[in-house]
């Protein structure tokens, strides 16, 4: 391993223990006050088997799945198990009215009958302390000045640390708000096939009802393979490339888990920000987290009513739909959390602990003051950039009329026309493809009533209020905005395949700007970027830099409170562990730790669009033919369990190991009660859902007869 720099070495003292269970860690900062405790909790492994960049190490069989998810290798053929719903793209993308995978699954019986994906992963190479060269470029810039440096000096480090022969990819993470930073270096892998993947009913069972939720009875795994070419290297897809042979796999447990068991999480999570500021924190739950939900909800009521009518549309709509909801109900959830925990009244208690310390130390005597004021000039904006990213541009219709402003900007400025057309036509079939006129329709005529009611008037695009008013009726009435929408849904080019080849082969800006979709896409667009925008990017500088001297303060002011500290969440590699742990939500509530098939039929409804079922599974689990995953202790076959693990999103698909390091479920949500876990950790509450690994190898083997998929593994018994 490389010679940890002095840098290294200060942050190896404040990345310790906090609470029991809290903390993502970096694998290459597992210090040793954390490694201890993670042995005393019940690992097994030594510190040189979960990272090492010298020889085959555990973090080897932990990848990046797709763009947003992780995934890991548990055979030595290159199997990868992941979410459900982070296959759910690759599985649309394959099924088809006639082999309708989605709904009905799918599982390959030989290598020849896996499917090709678009789908990439990627796995960690090393991770390199580069804190000392960023920080020297730094040195007495602050601002937007700050930013751009900082922007160019990463460019340049990932260019100068990457192989583009080789598939080899780093990205520099900034971590602590911008006081450390860490170079991740991976290879990237894109021949990658679907294997397998249960029903709809089993991998999204409880749909939007029970997401976030526990008890949880989801099947929510999917199954993919990794293929290399020549020396085992990356490739592009070819017939003839040999499954990849990984240098670490996952062994898979069969062992009944216990109330306190060690747990273990690698992978991904995405992003925290639990060092916020009480600005930001009251920012949420005022502003963004409200505004993003109601949005959310309007755009989800319209597709579900044509999702419902047909079946093609289910499929069509269906993993759009699964991504909006997500953080329609997390949003929702994480503002209850906020308030009900008070954790504002707990930033501000920190904030003036820090305050009475920064008296007379000029570099934070006004932070505060200032960081306050900051908000204050952004705040009265918020509201429209919600509404512009959430609302406005949700409309798939107005998303894809707003790409169509690089034409325009090629025709009036004499740019590359024929590119921009060629981009824009590859895109228009992408767009079709996707879009349901019908709900898009109601969203457009929805979004724009509401921009009207909440957004102040002196913020609207000029104008264009005024004329709708004029052409279409009263501004307080819902059947104006109906009449709207209609009218750019029947008019605009952008649907009518002989209108758009003839922009095409003559491209007019007159007939571009005329058009009302892209019209109306304009109007808001012009009007947010040419005002609001640059209020935006200067409360986003003035923000960061107060975050980062802040952070700093923090860690001069109070080294007890330092050494608990740990690097937010950045979607690069992470451990973190707890137990096996029921929980009491609220007074006489008591949650177990396991969910069984007894839940999951009680959970069963016929025909119901949540929580329907596959025949033979119903068939299965009322004879209790669940083989060799039976749980020895339940008499029952175990669906789901949970743990005290730190996770966030990215996580997702992420391995639950045991202290030997052997594959015990797959990490697929948090629990409604802690939904504040961005912002902050609740040490009581928090809790990681999982599916039962051997709920996943009953579901390949005895419901869908994939046995070749299990004779691939290493069981452990």
Same mark, same amino acid.
């Given at each position: 391993?490389?010679?940890?720099?002095?840098?290294?070495?200060?942050?190896?003292?404040?990345?310790?223990?906090?609470?029991?269970?809290?903390?993502?860690?970096?694998?290459?900062?597992?210090?040793?006050?954390?490694?201890?405790?993670?042995?005393?909790?019940?690992?097994?492994?030594?510190?040189?088997?979960?990272?090492?960049?010298?020889?085959?190490?555990?973090?080897?069989?932990?990848?990046?799945?797709?763009?947003?998810?992780?995934?890991?290798?548990?055979?030595?053929?290159?199997?990868?198990?992941?979410?459900?719903?982070?296959?759910?793209?690759?599985?649309?993308?394959?099924?088809?009215?006639?082999?309708?995978?989605?709904?009905?699954?799918?599982?390959?019986?030989?290598?020849?009958?896996?499917?090709?994906?678009?789908?990439?992963?990627?796995?960690?190479?090393?991770?390199?302390?580069?804190?000392?060269?960023?920080?020297?470029?730094?040195?007495?810039?602050?601002?937007?000045?700050?930013?751009?440096?900082?922007?160019?000096?990463?460019?340049?480090?990932?260019?100068?640390?990457?192989?583009?022969?080789?598939?080899?990819?780093?990205?520099?993470?900034?971590?602590?708000?911008?006081?450390?930073?860490?170079?991740?270096?991976?290879?990237?892998?894109?021949?990658?096939?679907?294997?397998?993947?249960?029903?709809?009913?089993?991998?999204?069972?409880?749909?939007?009802?029970?997401?976030?939720?526990?008890?949880?009875?989801?099947?929510?795994?999917?199954?993919?393979?990794?293929?290399?070419?020549?020396?085992?290297?990356?490739?592009?897809?070819?017939?003839?490339?040999?499954?990849?042979?990984?240098?670490?796999?996952?062994?898979?447990?069969?062992?009944?888990?216990?109330?306190?068991?060690?747990?273990?999480?690698?992978?991904?999570?995405?992003?925290?920000?639990?060092? @916020?500021?009480?600005? $930001?924190?009251? /920012?949420?739950?005022?502003?963004?987290?409200? =505004?993003? +939900?109601?949005?959310?909800? %309007? &755009?989800?009521?319209?597709?579900?009513?044509?999702?419902?009518?047909?079946?093609?549309?289910?499929?069509?709509?269906?993993?759009?739909?699964?991504?909006?909801?997500?953080?329609?109900?997390?949003?929702?959830?994480?503002?209850?959390?906020?308030?009900?925990?008070?954790?504002?009244?707990?930033?501000?208690?920190?904030?003036?602990?820090?305050?009475?310390?920064?008296?007379?130390?000029?570099?934070?005597?006004?932070?505060?003051?200032?960081?306050?004021?900051?908000?204050?000039?952004?705040?009265?904006?918020?509201?429209?950039?919600?509404?512009?990213? @959430?609302?406005?541009? $949700?409309?798939? /219709?107005?998303?894809?009329?707003?790409?169509? =402003?690089? +034409?325009?900007?090629?025709? %009036? &400025?004499?740019?590359?026309?024929?590119?921009?057309?060629?981009?824009?036509?590859?895109?228009?079939?992408?767009?079709?493809?996707?879009?349901?006129?019908?709900?898009?329709?109601?969203?457009?005529?929805?979004?724009?009533?509401?921009?009207?009611?909440?957004?102040?008037?002196?913020?609207?695009?000029?104008?264009?209020?005024?004329?709708?008013?004029?052409?279409?009726?009263?501004?307080?009435?819902?059947?104006?905005?109906?009449?709207?929408?209609?009218?750019?849904?029947?008019?605009?080019?952008?649907?009518?395949?002989?209108?758009?080849?003839?922009?095409?082969?003559?491209?007019?800006?007159?007939?571009?700007?005329?058009?009302?979709?892209?019209?109306?896409?304009?109007?808001?667009?012009?009007?947010?970027?040419?005002?609001?925008?640059?209020?935006?990017?200067?409360?986003?500088?003035?923000?960061?830099?107060?975050?980062?001297?802040?952070?700093?303060?923090?860690?001069?002011?109070?080294?007890?409170?330092?050494?608990?500290?740990?690097?937010?969440?950045?979607?690069?590699?992470?451990?973190?562990?707890?137990?096996?742990?029921?929980?009491?939500?609220?007074?006489?509530?008591?949650?177990?730790?396991?969910?069984?098939?007894?839940?999951?039929?009680?959970?069963?409804?016929?025909?119901?669009?949540?929580?329907?079922?596959?025949?033979?599974?119903?068939?299965?689990?009322?004879?209790?033919?669940?083989?060799?995953?039976?749980?020895?202790?339940?008499?029952?076959?175990?669906?789901?369990?949970?743990?005290?693990?730190?996770?966030?999103?990215?996580?997702?698909?992420?391995?639950?190991?045991?202290?030997?390091?052997?594959?015990?479920?797959?990490?697929?949500?948090?629990?409604?009660?802690?939904?504040?876990?961005?912002?902050?950790?609740?040490?009581?509450?928090?809790?990681?859902?999982?599916?039962?690994?051997?709920?996943?190898?009953?579901?390949?083997?005895?419901?869908?007869?994939?046995?070749?998929?299990?004779?691939?593994?290493?069981?452990?018994?």
């Amino acid at each position: 391993m490389r010679k940890i720099t002095l840098t290294l070495a200060f942050f190896l003292l404040i990345i310790v223990r906090s609470f029991a269970d809290e903390g993502m860690w970096l694998p290459l900062l597992l210090g040793q006050q954390v490694y201890n405790d993670m042995a005393k909790k019940g690992l097994k492994l030594t510190k040189d088997q979960l990272y090492n960049i010298n020889k085959a190490s555990l973090k080897d069989a932990i990848i990046i799945f797709g763009g947003g998810c992780t995934g890991e290798i548990v055979s030595s053929e290159g199997l990868v198990f992941t979410n459900h719903h982070c296959g759910y793209d690759a599985i649309a993308n394959a099924s088809t009215m006639d082999h309708n995978y989605l709904k009905d699954g799918f599982y390959a019986k030989n290598k020849g009958e896996e499917i090709p994906t678009t789908l990439s992963v990627q796995f960690l190479l090393r991770i390199d302390d580069i804190t000392a060269e960023v920080m020297d470029s730094l040195k007495g810039l602050s601002g937007a000045e700050r930013v751009q440096r900082q922007t160019s000096v990463l460019a340049s480090i990932n260019k100068r640390m990457s192989d583009a022969s080789q598939n080899i990819e780093t990205r520099v993470s900034p971590l602590f708000k911008g006081n450390q930073f860490m170079a991740f270096v991976y290879q990237r892998y894109t021949d990658v096939r679907l294997v397998g993947a249960p029903p709809e009913s089993v991998g999204k069972f409880g749909g939007d009802t029970d997401n976030w939720e526990w008890p949880r009875h989801t099947g929510d795994f999917s199954v993919f393979r990794v293929y290399a070419g020549k020396n085992n290297q990356p490739a592009k897809y070819a017939a003839d490339n040999q499954p990849l042979k990984p240098k670490w796999f996952l062994p898979v447990s069969l062992k009944p888990l216990k109330d306190g068991d060690f747990a273990m999480i690698w992978g991904y999570p995405g992003s925290t920000n639990r060092y @916020e500021s009480s600005y $930001g924190i009251a /920012l949420s739950i005022d502003i963004n987290n409200p =505004t993003l +939900v109601k949005l959310r909800d %309007v &755009r989800l009521k319209y597709m579900f009513e044509e999702m419902k009518k047909d079946p093609a549309i289910k499929l069509q709509l269906a993993s759009s739909y699964a991504s909006i909801a997500n953080y329609w109900k997390f949003y929702d959830g994480e503002t209850k959390q906020l308030i009900k925990y008070d954790i504002l009244g707990q930033k501000k208690k920190a904030e003036a602990a820090f305050a009475a310390w920064a008296k007379g130390k000029p570099e934070y005597q006004d932070l505060l003051t200032d960081w306050g004021k900051a908000y204050d000039a952004w705040r009265p904006y918020a509201e429209h950039r919600q509404y512009i990213n @959430e609302g406005i541009f $949700g409309s798939p /219709l107005i998303a894809f009329a707003a790409t169509l =402003t690089s +034409v325009e900007a090629a025709l %009036v &400025r004499s740019g590359n026309v024929s590119q921009a057309l060629a981009a824009a036509n590859e895109a228009r079939a992408a767009f079709l493809k996707g879009e349901n006129k019908i709900s898009d329709q109601r969203i457009v005529a929805a979004v724009t009533k509401m921009f009207y009611d909440d957004i102040p008037k002196d913020q609207h695009p000029i104008g264009f209020y005024g004329a709708i008013k004029n052409s279409y009726g009263a501004l307080d009435d819902e059947n104006t905005y109906k009449k709207l929408a209609a009218d750019i849904f029947s008019k605009t080019i952008i649907f009518d395949d002989a209108r758009w080849k003839a922009f095409v082969a003559r491209p007019d800006a007159n007939v571009l700007q005329d058009d009302p979709a892209f019209a109306y896409a304009s109007a808001f667009l012009s009007n947010y970027t040419s005002k609001y925008a640059s209020y935006y990017q200067q409360f986003f500088t003035k923000n960061a830099d107060y975050g980062r001297i802040y952070l700093k303060g923090i860690m001069e002011m109070d080294t007890v409170k330092a050494k608990k500290m740990y690097p937010d969440a950045t979607f690069t590699m992470r451990v973190s562990y707890g137990a096996v742990k029921p929980y009491r939500p609220k007074d006489a509530v008591f949650y177990d730790y396991v969910t069984t098939s007894k839940g999951i039929l009680e959970k069963y409804i016929p025909g119901d669009y949540e929580f329907d079922l596959p025949a033979r599974q119903i068939e299965l689990l009322k004879n209790k033919d669940f083989g060799q995953y039976a749980d020895p202790i339940r008499k029952d076959l175990v669906a789901c369990f949970i743990t005290t693990n730190d996770i966030t999103g990215g996580n997702s698909g992420s391995p639950v190991l045991n202290g030997n390091g052997e594959l015990i479920g797959l990490a697929f949500d948090g629990n409604y009660e802690a939904l504040s876990h961005k912002l902050a950790f609740d040490k009581d509450l928090n809790r990681t859902i999982n599916v039962d690994i051997r709920y996943v190898l009953w579901c390949i083997d005895k419901l869908g007869g994939a046995t070749n998929i299990i004779k691939e593994l290493k069981l452990v018994k």
